[in-house]
């Protein structure tokens, strides 16, 4: 008997969480949502998308702002440049990569370009 | 028993209603509209930025943001609605440079650097993602118009620093060099506006002294040939001067849009080339401004960047001017 009680208890509280989750959830406004990163596997290395939310605002195959099309040798080197982008745009700065930003970030760039 | 576990069926289902219910809150589907907002440029306002439309991507880069003048060189993808950085412009950062496409190719050139008006010129490859310093214009401007067709690249009026100016000159990238083109029968300008029709190439607006000029042109590439159209005050309730709009050409007609006068504006004009008249569409509905960017594959259209006063703004809108004629039935 009291075993139904602490069911339905338990029943009612979990509901209740998911309900104010979904609550949750919504009432977030769409501009306020966290920029996440993705790291995608190319042929010859890695690059990254930027999503906000499920929207993606940028895909960047080849490494930002150097000639050619040369992508990143490493996952590492690609989530690290994609964190950076990700710290620009919460701090609402332009989401731009300067040659310095890479080479403070130690990217990998090959010889020749 | 039998009653207490009704029971706690009603709750758990009352409470996995209530959770559809809420799920389903209707998200308000916006109004078919003219303007729709698109991706927005996060974070990365800049104005008098230059470009082009290739195939399905446009290519903006350059420009100032307010405080610096800027080197990067972005690609927006119209199918995915997203943006990518591309190999950073290698002149000088620079605003109000010109951009045109000859036969799948960007060109950007000319502008100013914040100290000088400048000459050099660069074409970019979009299969290899690289640029190549071309022939410098032979004389340095800022806020010209430029604009590509039939395998040539044409650059003119703008301000040299002290001067307006009324001359072109054409560029030839088989031989990679820039001649004068004489025969521009328009006033000296700046921050001009051009759009092509049907492989003509219309001219207007600009500002010279104060002065937003209303004369109207069209260029016909074949014989080289400038043409007076009827000007851009011919009827009483034109308002289409000013500078530093946007033109572009969707399904026949060209546009002009947004722009300066006395202050950043926000209207559009349409031109019919067969009737030589203009009618006045929705107003751009993002914010008013001047120095944006227009990037059309010819069935679509977005508007972006730009500035207001101080303000430099970073959305992009995309245009359906067929929603217009519904909205003014």
């Known amino acids: ?113 | 028993m039998n009653k207490r576990k009704s029971y706690v069926y009603k709750i758990t289902g009352l409470a996995l209603l209530a959770m559809v219910v809420t799920s389903c809150s209707s998200d308000d589907d916006d109004d078919l509209g003219n303007w729709v907002d698109k991706s927005v440029f996060d974070g990365s306002p800049r104005s008098s930025v230059s470009g082009f439309t290739i195939g399905n991507t446009g290519y903006m880069g350059v420009g100032y943001d307010g405080d610096d003048y800027l080197a990067s060189f972005w690609a927006y993808d119209i199918e995915g609605d997203y943006w990518s950085q591309k190999a950073d412009f290698p002149g000088a950062a620079r605003n109000a440079a010109v951009g045109f496409e000859i036969d799948g190719t960007g060109y950007i050139g000319s502008g100013y650097d914040g100290v000088d008006e400048l000459t050099d010129f660069y074409s970019y490859d979009t299969a290899s993602n690289t640029w190549t310093e071309i022939a410098s214009l032979p004389t340095a401007r800022r806020s010209a118009v430029g604009f590509g067709i039939n395998g040539y690249g044409y650059v003119g009026t703008g301000y040299d620093g002290e001067n307006d100016r009324k001359d072109f000159y054409k560029y030839d990238p088989a031989t990679d060099s820039w001649t004068e083109l004489v025969g521009f029968g328009g006033n000296k300008r700046r921050s001009a506006t051009t759009f092509t029709i049907d492989g003509l190439v219309y001219l207007g607006t600009g500002v010279s002294n104060g002065v937003y000029l209303d004369d109207f042109w069209v260029f016909d590439p074949a014989t080289e040939s400038w043409t007076s159209k009827l000007d851009l005050d011919e009827e009483d309730d034109y308002a289409i001067a000013r500078s530093n709009a946007v033109g572009f050409t969707l399904n026949g007609y060209g546009y002009i849009a947004t722009g300066e006068l006395g202050g950043a504006t926000n209207t559009v004009w349409e031109y019919d080339p067969a009737s030589d008249e203009w009618e006045q569409k929705t107003s751009f509905e993002g914010a008013t401004r001047q120095d944006a960017i227009a990037f059309s594959n010819g069935s679509r259209v977005f508007i972006g960047m730009g500035r207001t006063g101080t303000l430099y703004l970073d959305d992009l809108d995309e245009f359906f001017p067929l929603d217009e004629y519904d909205d003014e039935d």
């Open chain 1, 1 to 113: 008997m009291s075993s139904t009680v602490k069911y339905s208890l338990a029943i009612v509280l979990f509901l209740v969480l998911g309900f104010g989750i979904v609550m949750y959830i919504q009432s977030e406004p769409s501009q306020n949502q966290i920029f996440e990163s993705q790291i995608v596997s190319l042929d010859d290395g890695f690059g990254y998308k930027i999503l906000r939310g499920e929207k993606i605002v940028i895909v960047q195959e080849f490494v930002p702002g150097l000639p050619g099309k040369q992508q990143f040798v490493s996952k590492e080197e690609a989530q690290k440049t994609a964190n950076l982008v990700l710290s620009k745009l919460e701090e609402g700065k332009s989401p731009i990569l300067l040659p310095t930003d890479l080479a403070k970030l130690n990217i990998s760039t090959q010889v020749g370009h």
